[in-house]
T-cell receptor
Framework: GQQVMQIPQYQHVQEGEDFTTYCNSSTTLSNIQWYKQRPGGHPVFLIQLVKSGEVKKQKRLTFQFGEAKKNSSLHITATQTTDVGTYFCAGRGSSNTGKLIFGQGTTLQVKP | NAGVMQNPRHLVRRRGQEARLRCSPMKGHSHVYWYRQLPEEGLKFMVYLQKENIIDESGMPKERFSAEFPKEGPSILRIQQVVRGDSAAYFC??????????????FGPGTRLTVL
């Protein structure tokens, strides 16, 4: 079945450093979504990418969707302590049934 | 404009008992999804429902688990004869019929199930 892999599992950075998490799917995706989950909280939708090669920015966050629509990345510039949490990518297959397959997530710790 | 509501927030059951988890989607949303999350792990898709219909239950264990989304009232995830391995956080998410393609899924606060 469809699998979505995400690396790294954990990342510790000093405040002000950059951070990147990578997401790879075993199959071509119709779109990919990114979510953030704070410790003890619930996932919160960040963004959706649909087009091949698409790049979207939200302030210090940059999201990319690969040309083959099988991989994606989230890059945070100059991390802040408020960026702490687990970032998940979630892929939707071409059947577009609404079902999302989540990656394992990357947990970001930021040292002040 | 209330978000996705889930109750109870915490549920403790002894082995063999039944657990019922409730989810009220956001107003105007007709699509409901249930996910399970074990500590320090990702979200595992369980089931996708629309009103009175199960669209995709490929992530649901074949035994003891069932889900429904009746015409009136919340969606229910039911776990019969719970075992310790069922202990997890169960999240419900909802999306609008057309919005699923553009707006993502909106998650509830989750139900933390502990089986003693």
């Amino acid at each position: 079945g469809q699998q979505v892999m995400q690396i790294p599992q954990y990342q510790h950075v000093q405040e002000g450093e950059d951070f990147t998490t990578y997401c790879n799917s075993s199959t071509t995706l119709s779109n990919i979504q990114w979510y953030k989950q704070r410790p003890g909280g619930h996932p919160v939708f960040l963004i959706q990418l649909v087009k091949s090669g698409e790049v979207k920015k939200q302030k210090r966050l940059t999201f990319q969707f690969g040309e083959a629509k099988k991989n994606s990345s989230l890059h945070i510039t100059a991390t802040q302590t408020t960026d702490v949490g687990t970032y998940f990518c979630a892929g939707r297959g071409s059947s577009n049934t609404g079902k999302l397959i989540f990656g394992q997530g990357t947990t970001l710790q930021v040292k002040p | 404009n209330a978000g996705v509501m889930q109750n109870p927030r915490h549920l403790v059951r002894r082995r063999g008992q039944e657990a019922r988890l409730r989810c009220s989607p956001m107003k105007g949303h007709s699509h409901v999804y249930w996910y399970r999350q074990l500590p320090e792990e990702g979200l595992k898709f369980m089931v996708y429902l629309q009103k009175e219909n199960i669209i995709d239950e490929s992530g649901m264990p074949k035994e003891r688990f069932s889900a429904e989304f009746p015409k009136e009232g919340p969606s229910i995830l039911r776990i019969q004869q719970v075992v310790r391995g069922d202990s997890a956080a169960y999240f419900c998410a909802s999306s609008a019929a057309a919005g699923a393609l553009v707006s993502g899924q909106f998650f509830g606060p989750g139900t933390r199930l502990t089986v003693l």
